[in-house]
Nanobody, 120 residues
Framework: QVQLVESGGGLVQPGGSLRLSCAAS????????SGWYRQAPGKQREVVAV???????NYADSMKGRSTISRDSAKKLVYLQMNSLKPEDTAVYYC??????????????WGQGTQVTVSS
C-alpha cells in the first residue's frame, strides 16, 4: 500500500515563503511524474507545478517565478518551495504522484492535503 504524507503548510504573511513536502512510502519502484495541486474554497482544483523523473518542470502561470518544484535522489520526496506568497495563493495544497510499484502496477496517488493561508 502506497501512502503519501504532506507537511509544511501553515499561516504566512503576504510576501512570505513556505516549503511543502510530500513523502511517499510503500511498494514503490519509481515515480515518473510528481505534481502539486491546490484548491481554494468554492473553486476547482488546479495544477500548480509538475516535475518528471527526468527533471523537466512546468508551472502554472500564476506561480512562475515564485515557486520551485523539486525531488530527492531517491524520488520518494517531492517539495514545493513557494516565495512571494499572495492572499490568492490561499488554498489546500495536494501532492499527486504517479507511482509504479515493483510488480509493475501504476497509478496516481493523492496526499491528504495541507492548508496554506496567506494573510496579514
Amino acid at each position: 500500500q502506497v501512502q503519501l504524507v504532506e507537511s509544511g503548510g501553515g499561516l504566512v504573511q503576504p510576501g512570505g515563503s513556505l516549503r511543502l513536502s510530500c513523502a511517499a512510502s510503500g511498494d514503490i519502484f519509481s515515480i515518473p511524474v510528481s505534481g502539486w495541486y491546490r484548491q481554494a474554497p468554492g473553486k476547482q482544483r488546479e495544477v500548480v507545478a509538475v516535475i518528471t523523473s527526468g527533471g523537466t518542470t512546468n508551472y502554472a502561470d500564476s506561480m512562475k517565478g515564485r515557486s520551485t518544484i523539486s525531488r530527492d535522489s531517491a524520488k520518494k520526496l517531492v517539495y514545493l518551495q513557494m516565495n512571494s506568497l499572495k492572499p490568492e495563493d490561499t488554498a489546500v495544497y495536494y501532492c499527486n504522484l504517479v507511482i509504479m510499484t515493483r510488480n509493475n502496477n501504476g497509478r496516481s496517488y493523492w496526499g491528504q492535503g495541507t492548508q496554506v493561508t496567506v494573510s496579514s
